[in-house]
């Protein structure tokens, strides 16, 4: 009897192991009194999974949504996207509050959490759709995203992130949205390091 209680609490603490829980709260649950003034950026650096899983544990991070653009087919799906001919980039359309958190703090966290230097993927995660780019709506937003790329070649990267203007954006299946949130896990090709 004494075998099988210990064969039972150690396959109790595996399976507790490996119930993946968000490491921080949910930003949007976080920010009870936002403002009514809100504010949208659009970031590409690589899985979109793994952006939107750090972007919306951001406080003043009101939404996100994976999706698609800088492509030139209308309403792409992601086997086309995936099949590298339609020119569009994974991306995260970020919905924030300025009051709370600004465009320069979420552009920081971008290059933060993922490989700025690497071109043409992300990680394990190689082609066109998974570049790094910022896209800009104006050029408040091109200034900040150029100045941070000064800021990091000045220290000696060889920053990859394209900076380019904002196009339409195509929302991803639903099976993408909230993915690491629903399916538990954490991004395999994404993770917090101080750059800044």
Known sequence: ???LSIVLSTLAMVLMACKSEPTQP???TMNSEMSEETAVAIYASGCFWGTEYYM?????VI????GYTGGHVDNPTYQEVCSKTTGHYEAVKVEYDPSIVSYEELTRLFFETH???QAN????DIGPQYRSAIFVANDSEREIAEDLIGILEAKGL???????DAATFWDAEGYHQDYYDNKGGTPYCH????LF
């Open 56 to 60: 919306k544990r951001q406080e003043g």
């Open 63 to 66: 939404s996100t949504t994976v």
């Open 1 to 3: 009897m004494g075998r």
């Open 158 to 164: 060889d920053i990859a992130t394209e900076v380019k």
């Open 191 to 194: 993770g917090y390091r101080k």
């Open 26 to 28: 949910i930003a949007s």
């Open 121 to 124: 993927g992300q990680g394990p």
């Open 115 to 117: 490989d700025p230097t």
